[in-house]
């Protein structure tokens, strides 16, 4: 199996950007032979390695990464691991009770899992601290958003609190508000401290990590060989851990929905301007409306700064159009200045976009695809918490170890099949340029 064509992330992302340089990479270089290869640093294969590195001491793991870990997909998101319902097709984020139920489970066992590595690492509570986030709403759609999804989470027996624009005032120092729903569950992490420290902490003499070296062919020839442009890796068993790109190593082909998000960061702001702006110095709010504004103000390494984030575009050739950069950039200007007046000499530094796999049915891909080849991939636009809980999945499974999570994952459906990609393309640009305009206020 061939891959087609490489995944090409458009811009540098503000989070990685921040922090010191990483020290120089080690591309694998040679044919070397391990009990384990994972093809992808980033959530899922870190987890992966992780819990394989736990059930399997002795094993040898050799991580390929195509880039550097912290500059793909893993560190470029919001930095949002949300434990409840999610769904970025649904009006308030939630589906059925039931099923519901089973998701909220299973992203609290990910972020656990998370949390278990980020205190043994020590990673401090920038990388990853359990603050919970808001619902923000800034119009009365946006209240009403939030008032059908606080009757789901109270259908689910979940706890929330529901806040008043002056409480929403209080935390983010802007009147745009006009109330917010707040759920406990939520780590917020920095995404590139967050996988760049857990690389850095699981090497070892078990676990060795190759960075810069893309798998240009993975084929059986008794054990899986996975080919880079310099070297090889020759194992009994890989696990993919590389969500969209899945399509590239020949499954799901037709499945898979790739789309692309946006963010932009500022520059540090000045003293005068912190106290301008007021509220606290951390938060996050994710839109009533799931096509609106994601917001962040972190504090810390690189100074206080705002991100915002919204518009998505469909791609599924897993490249952006580096044309409509401008008006992407001119849309995150325009809602950032909508929230933040006070703040109108307040530029951009970063300016960076995201891949997401999605699925029609808002499943996975964790399983056994062939014989010693497992898969960790499709996200469904939360690929922090999925992410995680993908990897750990299918080393559990690989190693013959059961739960009442992995049984779920395994007895999903596959992801239902598309169009083909141009009228794909077409069909998702109009429901999403069309639910961005709906949105208003809330984008």
């Given at each position: ?119 043994e690492f020590e990673l401090g509570e920038e990388a990853f601290t359990k ?22 989470l109270r259908a689910l027996g979940e706890p929330f609190e529901m806040l008043s624009a002056r409480d929403m005032q209080d935390l ?272």
């Amino acid at each position: 199996m061939t891959p087609i064509r490489a995944p090409k992330d458009p811009g540098v992302s503000g989070w990685n950007a921040m922090l010191p340089p990483a020290p120089p990479p080690t591309p694998l270089e040679t044919a070397i032979t391990a009990d384990w290869c994972i093809i992808g640093a980033g959530f899922a294969g870190l987890a992966a390695a992780r819990r394989l590195s736990q059930i399997r001491p002795e094993d040898q793991i050799v991580l390929l990464e195509a880039g550097r870990v912290g500059e793909g997909p893993a560190g470029r998101n919001s930095g949002f691991m949300i434990d409840l319902p999610h769904d970025l097709a649904s009006e308030d984020y939630g589906g059925a009770l039931n099923a519901d139920r089973a998701q909220t489970e299973d992203n609290r066992r990910a972020i656990a899992f998370a949390g278990d590595m980020a205190a043994e690492f020590e990673l401090g509570e920038e990388a990853f601290t359990k603050s919970g986030k808001v619902n923000g709403a800034a119009s009365e759609k946006g209240l009403r958003h939030n008032l059908d999804y606080a009757g789901h989470l109270r259908a689910l027996g979940e706890p929330f609190e529901m806040l008043s624009a002056r409480d929403m005032q209080d935390l983010t120092g802007t009147a745009y508000y006009t109330g917010g729903l707040l759920t406990p569950g939520t780590a917020m992490i920095q995404p590139a401290m967050f996988v760049r420290g857990v690389a850095d902490r699981l090497i070892s003499n078990r676990v060795v990590l190759h960075e810069q070296s893309p798998v240009v062919a993975l084929d059986r020839q008794g054990d899986w060989i996975a080919r880079t442009p310099l070297g090889q890796v020759t194992a009994p068993n890989v696990i993919l851990a590389v969500n969209g790109h899945l399509e590239s190593f020949g499954h799901m082909a037709g499945r898979l929905l790739h789309v692309h998000t946006y963010a932009s960061m500022t520059r540090p702001l000045s003293p005068d301007e912190t106290a301008r702006l007021g509220g606290a110095d951390r938060w996050g709010i994710i839109p009533a409306d799931p096509l609106g504004t994601t917001v962040r103000r972190i504090s810390g390494t690189g100074g206080d700064r705002i991100i915002v984030r919204n518009r998505f575009t469909c791609d599924p050739w897993l490249e952006s159009n580096p044309r409509q950069a401008t008006g992407i950039a001119r849309d995150h200007d325009r809602s950032f200045r909508a929230r933040f007046p006070m703040l109108n000499d307040v530029t951009m530094e970063h300016r960076w976009g995201g891949r997401l796999c999605l699925s029609r049915n808002n499943v996975q891909v964790i399983g056994q695809l062939d014989e010693g080849l497992f898969s960790a991939c499709c996200q469904n636009g939360l690929g922090t918490a999925k992410g995680t809980l993908a990897g750990l999945l299918a080393a559990e499974l690989a190693t013959g170890h059961s739960s009442p999570a992995l049984d779920r994952a395994l007895a999903a459906e596959l992801p239902t099949a598309l169009p083909p990609k141009l009228l794909t393309r077409i069909g998702a640009t109009v429901r999403i340029r069309t639910g961005e305009f709906r949105a208003g206020a809330e984008f």
